[in-house]
């Protein structure tokens, strides 16, 4: 029998509608319901892609007899963080606050007034390494809740004022200057090891919003050591198992299992990681002419179209890390765990068998060597993740490219991951500027109309005919909960890189429309940003972060869509807003850089203007080209005939003697007119080892294209 979660739009809460716990989804009448009985509310928190979250819901809320202690003693709230990222953000900062750590599953105990008493993320079934069972859990709360409620109301109190006083204003700092960009550079030094090419630790997570800091940096003051830098965390994050080696995009993250073991992803796939990839590889491209960069972010943007792409345009939320494990085919590993269950990475890894099947002898050993596939696996059960970082350098490449294509149709026989169709508005448009100029730069129109037709979607269902916003939509149909900073910034932002590529103006007034919703409703006195608009729905706290999670924070993306829409139109008011929202990244980035990285890209725009580029003359011409190429910080541009009303920046700026003319302008100053796209090229900062022109196919790349 479904319960309450039955009519839920949220992939993630459907995969719980027929559990036998009562959920309720978050909404007014569970807490109302919890008054009424004088029970806790216990709320859990995942996304459906999480693999822990699988496990829990399967150790502990399909289990009748725990799920009937929970509706005894509860009422049951179950969210999906990537719909209340505000929920989620509220309680994540208890979470952490009270335990020094956090992750999903998040589980949290709290009054009928929301105010959290007692937190955890996964707990087991049974007691293993320290931690209590779930039970256990679930009986001490009720004891607690029972037995000791002074005790209860106060601890809960407390954390909520803490919680309550936890506020910032650092609008009064001023933007970030020379002093503080420098500073971060250092810091991020202090933890990069350029052997290896990663930061520190033995988990390692993309790293796209610092690379775009370091392009930026050194496209400003050529520094070479920023651009090193970005060299090696690109060319490590290609290598590694973090990139999928057959299939193009990223995994969630890496991390090392055993002291001096390889790397292995959690293999979950999002599409606000390669929705950043894409474009940072592009951008190291730009930068360099690497061919490496090149096909990264060309079989990055085609795996999110290939498998992300929903049949209404969009981009669905992520891919499971987990998938049913192929006992008859491709996907069948030696004494792998679980065999025909959903096991973690079973789509992605190979034995040496599985290699000899598809490839033969030959080419199989090739490819065990070039993805170091062993005998003994550098995974589970006998089958190896694949890596190419310590690839022979003087290998063929289209020997390579090859046996990826027949292992990539052979893979796509296997059982595949599960996929969140949900799409979500900030991640979209992440993927709209990304596309946008990968296909841009490449000479890939087909990239372009994709981006095209997510921004349509967003307008037409996300915006509809109201006036705000929507989070999330599903087969077409907008979701119940409104849209937060971070949507309203990364969609502006997308609308902004998709102006300058396509030449059409309505992209530059939507994202006006969104950003002066953003001066309206998300911004406090004196300038500081809110990550939940002024009439949305109060939580025991309004949340308030401006450091990066695994997507730009929204304090940041709307600073920059703010920064990049005041230079397309001279508004003063967006400017400031920009200015005054960069006074968090003056703070906190010498002190943290690689948590506020987008932060850090976004006042090097300022610092280097950004550069207003007008191109008068056609759009996709030599001229408008060579502009989209430019490694400007943050430059904006603007192309199409002279005179039109789409775009201020080509007002009163004519072509010269009847040839495409481009005009450069910065803090008030504007250079001569040029009809040269070489000279244009000089004051865009595109360098001698910059690429003057794309050289790519014109259609998709890559075998085994899935249409949704």
């Not at 709320?43 to 399967?58: I, K, M, N, P, T």
């Not at 973090?242 to 292995?264: K, S």
């Not at 396509?502 to 919703?517: K, M, N, P, Y």
């Not at 807003?577 to 506020?596: D, H, N, S, W, Y």
Request: include cysteine.
């Amino acid at each position: 029998m479904a319960n309450r979660l039955a009519h839920a739009t949220s992939p993630y809460l459907l995969q719980h509608a027929d559990n036998p716990v009562d959920w309720w989804p978050w909404e007014p009448a569970a807490f109302e319901e919890a008054r009424r009985r004088g029970v806790p509310v216990f709320l859990s928190v995942g996304y459906s892609s999480c693999h822990w979250c699988h496990v829990l819901a399967h150790e502990s809320f399909e289990d009748e007899e725990t799920a009937a202690f929970m509706n005894a003693h509860f009422v049951s709230v179950k969210v999906d963080r990537e719909e209340r990222p505000d929920v989620d953000a509220v309680y994540m900062e208890a979470l952490q606050a009270a335990t020094g750590q956090g992750g999903w599953p998040m589980s949290v105990f709290m009054t009928s007034e929301g105010r959290p008493f007692y937190f955890g993320t996964y707990f087991p079934p049974e007691p293993r390494h320290g931690m209590p069972s779930f039970k256990q859990v679930l009986e001490g709360v009720r004891a607690a809740w029972a037995e000791r409620p002074d005790e209860v109301t106060e601890v809960a109190g407390r954390i909520a004022r803490d919680l309550a006083g936890r506020q910032m204003d650092l609008t009064q700092a001023g933007p970030p200057g020379e002093a503080e960009l420098a500073r971060a550079l250092l810091e991020l030094t202090r933890t990069y090891d350029p052997e290896t090419g990663w930061f520190g630790g033995d988990t390692k997570f993309p790293a796209g919003m610092v690379v775009e800091f370091l392009l930026r940096h050194h496209a400003r003051t050529e520094s070479q050591g920023a651009l090193d830098m970005a060299v090696g965390l690109c060319r490590a994050m290609a290598g590694s198992s973090l990139f999928d080696q057959v299939g193009g995009g990223f995994h969630r993250y890496v991390l090392r299992q055993r002291p001096g073991g390889p790397l292995v992803p959690h293999f979950e796939k999002m599409l606000y990681d390669n929705a950043q990839l894409c474009r940072v590889y592009t951008h190291l491209w730009r930068a360099t002419g690497s061919a490496e960069a090149r096909r990264v972010a060309l079989e990055t943007a085609d795996f999110m179209v290939r498998e992300l792409r929903t049949a209404e345009g969009g981009f669905a939320s992520a891919l499971d890390a987990d998938s049913v494990e192929d006992t008859n085919g491709a996907g069948k590993a030696e004494n792998a765990v679980g065999a025909g269950r959903h096991v973690e990475g079973a789509y992605y890894v190979w034995t040496p068998e599985q290699l000899r099947d598809v490839l033969g002898e030959q080419d199989a050993a090739f490819a065990a060597a070039y993805f170091d596939v062993t005998e003994e696996g550098t995974f589970e059960g006998g089958a190896s993740v694949l890596r190419s970082a310590g690839a022979q350098p003087d290998a063929d490449g289209e020997r390579v490219a090859d046996v990826r294509a027949r292992l990539l149709a052979a893979r796509e026989e296997r059982p595949c991951p599960g996929r969140d169709d949900k799409v979500v508005a900030a991640w979209n448009g992440l993927a709209i500027a990304a596309l946008a100029e990968t296909g841009a730069c490449f000479d890939r129109p087909d990239l372009v109309e994709r981006a095209t037709e997510a921004a349509d979607l967003l307008v037409r269902v996300h915006m509809g005919g109201t006036a705000r916003l929507a989070r999330t939509s599903k087969d077409g149909r907008a979701g119940e909960h409104a849209g937060v900073l971070e949507d309203y910034g990364d969609v502006a932002e997308g609308f902004l890189a998709l102006a300058a590529v396509t030449g059409e103006g309505v992209w530059l007034e939507f994202a006006g429309f969104l950003l002066d919703i953003v001066l309206q409703h998300f911004t406090g006195e004196g300038g500081q940003l809110y990550d939940t608009a002024d009439d949305a729905e109060q939580l025991i706290r309004r949340p308030q972060d401006p450091t990066d999670n695994a997507a730009p924070a929204g304090w940041t993306a709307a600073a920059g869509a703010l920064l990049s829409y005041a230079a397309h139109t001279g508004s003063q008011a967006h400017r400031a807003a920009a200015e005054g929202a960069l006074g968090v990244v003056k703070t906190l980035g010498p002190r943290v850089p690689r948590f506020i990285g987008w932060g850090l890209a976004v006042a090097e725009a300022l610092l280097d203007g950004p550069r207003e580029v007008a191109v008068a003359g056609p759009v996709g011409g030599e001229l408008h080209r060579t502009a989209l190429l430019g490694r400007a910080p943050g430059a904006v541009v603007a192309a199409g005939e002279t005179g039109g009303a789409e775009f201020p920046l080509l007002a009163d700026r004519p072509m010269v003697g009847g040839a495409p003319t481009a005009y450069v302008c910065r803090h008030f100053v504007c250079d001569a007119p040029t009809t040269d796209p070489e000279e244009l090229a000089r004051r865009l900062g595109s360098g001698p080892s910059a690429p003057s022109a794309p050289s790519a196919p014109s259609g998709p790349s890559g075998p085994g294209r899935r249409s949704s």
